[in-house]
């Protein structure tokens, strides 16, 4: 187990998200991303790490604190944090918070799906919060206590994401502690199958400004790019006949719990072999 303290403020994150949606038809499609990992108690630190990521400044890569959390400029993150993941019965007593999410590129910034992970004081993966954006500019967190290891952790979906499902059924989210490959698996779920899954893996890079510009270059677009393609396979669904629903009213609160779940032994030695 890393201690995240020990890891530098800023890392980076390269990799791939696959979705695949399984109903009214089968449809898979993937694309390339860049995130960014921050300790959010060290973002001073962070900025100083390389000359091409800024923090609540302009930059080739930045962050930009109001983007996330109470949303507020200059509002501190971690008491806000601390508020969800006590929602959810998690007490970091100290321990840290990183901010795994896409960064800010030149103009630009939307991020479907940020994830915080607080920590013990020991270094302990105790809790997780799932900061999801839909495209509306509407924002819902789901939160969860989770382990060492892999966690699964399920909540009633709360949230309007994609206008060819229904806010029905469940989410189910499987969770790996951040060390050197980063996993993420979110399953829709509705009467005992299967809507869609979409998942996130990626491996760590050190935020180098060589590696910064090498990602700049090799992918332009980014997180603009993620828009796009949002919108793009969205085309392409509604142009086979999948059926429109049109936005609901967000819900009354802002955060779902999401209770743990039990992994079955088979699926671990599948998992570890």
């Known amino acids: 187990m890393t201690d995240p303290r020990a890891l530098p403020a800023l890392t980076l994150w390269t990799g791939q998200t696959v979705h695949?949606?399984?109903?009214?038809?089968?449809?898979?499609?993937?694309?390339?991303?860049?995130?960014?990992?921050?300790?959010?108690?060290?973002?001073?630190?962070a900025a100083a790490g390389s000359s091409l990521f800024n923090v609540n400044a302009p930059g080739l890569?930045?962050?930009?604190?109001?983007?996330?959390?109470?949303?507020?400029?200059?509002?501190?993150?971690?008491?806000?944090?601390?508020?969800?993941?006590?929602?959810?019965?998690?007490?970091?007593?100290?321990?840290?918070?990183?901010?795994?999410?896409?960064?800010?590129?030149?103009?630009?910034?939307?991020?479907?799906?940020?994830?915080?992970?607080?920590?013990?004081?020991?270094?302990?993966?105790?809790?997780i919060i799932y900061e999801v954006n839909n495209t509306f500019g509407e924002r819902h967190c789901y939160v969860a206590a989770t382990s060492a290891g892999r966690s699964r952790h399920?909540?009633?979906?709360?949230?309007?994401?994609?206008?060819?499902?229904?806010?029905?059924?469940?989410?189910?989210?499987?969770?790996?502690?951040?060390?050197?490959?980063?996993?993420?698996?979110?399953?829709?779920?509705?009467?005992?199958?299967?809507?869609?899954?979409?998942?996130?893996?990626?491996?760590?890079?050190?935020a180098t400004p060589g590696n910064l510009l090498r990602l700049a270059l090799s992918n332009p677009l980014s997180t603009l790019g993620v828009t796009v393609g949002i919108h793009w396979q969205a085309l392409k669904i509604w142009l086979r006949g999948a059926g429109y629903r049109r936005k609901p009213s967000p819900p009354d609160s802002g955060t779902t719990i999401a209770l743990p779940e039990k992994i079955r032994n088979s699926e671990k030695r599948k998992d570890a072999a």
């Not at 109903?23 to 959010?40: G, K, M, W």
């Not at 604190?65 to 007490?91: C, F, I, M, N, Y």
């Not at 806010?167 to 790996?176: A, D, P, Q, S």
Request: glycine share 8%; hydrophobic share 40%.
């Open 154 to 206: 399920s909540a009633p979906k709360s949230f309007h994401v994609s206008p060819f499902f229904d806010v029905t059924g469940t989410y189910r989210f499987t969770l790996r502690s951040p060390e050197n490959k980063l996993g993420v698996v979110v399953e829709s779920l509705k009467d005992g199958a299967c809507l869609h899954m979409a998942n996130i893996t990626a491996r760590r890079l050190p």
């Open 61 to 127: 890569f930045s962050f930009r604190t109001q983007d996330h959390g109470p949303k507020q400029a200059g509002a501190p993150l971690r008491p806000w944090a601390e508020a969800q993941l006590a929602s959810a019965g998690v007490s970091l007593d100290g321990g840290a918070i990183r901010l795994v999410t896409f960064p800010r590129h030149l103009f630009y910034k939307f991020a479907p799906l940020s994830l915080w992970y607080g920590y013990g004081p020991e270094g302990d993966l105790r809790g």
């Open 20 to 45: 695949v949606r399984y109903t009214p038809f089968e449809r898979r499609f993937a694309y390339r991303l860049v995130l960014i990992d921050l300790d959010i108690d060290r973002l001073d630190e």
